[in-house]
């Protein structure tokens, strides 16, 4: 987000919202509270955003621009690598901003308000990398890896196998990181490799990658 010089007062309302939704959760966004913490009053909140709901729903967008950014890195040789980098950052950012990533994906809602969502199995790749673009760089990171082989599983040049190999490997992690954000798994990470270490590297070889290869990317990665 921008530096507190440089924002407006909806830039100050939104950061406002953002704070109070990593410090105390959900139940701190109300009206009083975010206009309190943005050092304005609660009609300039209705001004720029007409209500909670929409202020809502802009905290979750600005959620996912900064996961994408959590996410997305520069491509190296080993693109399963880059596929394991790629899941370590996804973590953090859920394990760091447990109730800004709860809000992105529905798990929780303020004032039984939800972040609107759309389903990405019926768009384009296009749409998604403008719209969703941490799923976006999933996507790159898989095509990538279709390209050199290593997932073998559908075809590189067809858009929609790409997303639904992408949905997979999304549904194993964000599986992951919810019971593991419920207490299930503890909270010591030590559940990461026996856990979700496993299930991706089972999941990368019924895809089509080969035991060695994916043994070589994971010491790449650090998840060895």
């Known amino acids: 987000m921008s530096s507190p010089a440089d924002r407006t007062v909806r830039d100050q309302l939104l950061h406002a919202a953002v704070g109070l939704l990593d410090d105390h959760g959900p139940d701190a966004m109300q009206t009083r509270k975010v206009s309190s913490a943005a050092g304005t009053t609660t009609m ?14 802009e905290v979750a967008e600005e959620g996912r621009k900064q996961f994408a950014v959590a996410v997305t890195m520069p491509d190296t040789n080993d693109p399963v690598a880059d596929l394991l980098i790629c899941g370590v950052a996804y973590r953090k950012f859920a394990i760091e901003r447990p109730h800004l990533y709860r809000l992105m994906f529905g798990s929780t809602s ?6 609107p969502a759309r389903n990405l199995l019926t768009m384009t790749v296009d749409e998604i990398r403008a719209e969703y673009a941490a799923f976006g760089q999933l996507l790159h990171i898989v095509h990538r890896s279709m390209l050199a082989g290593r997932i073998t599983a559908g075809s590189a040049d067809d ?6 190999t992408a949905a997979q490997l999304w549904t194993t992690i964000h599986g992951f990181v919810m019971l593991e954000l419920a207490d299930y798994f503890g909270s010591d990470g030590s559940a990461v490799g026996p856990v979700l270490g496993a299930t991706v590297g089972n999941l990368l070889v019924a895809l089509g990658d080969t035991p060695d290869e994916l043994a070589g990317s994971l010491g790449t990665a650090g998840w060895l």
Do not use: D, K, P
């Not at 300039?44 to 729903?57: D, E, K």
């Open 110 to 115: 303020a004032h039984g308000i939800n972040a």
């Open 159 to 164: 858009a929609q196998a790409v997303i639904a």
């Open 44 to 57: 300039a909140l209705y001004t720029h955003f007409g209500g909670m709901r929409t202020l809502i729903a």
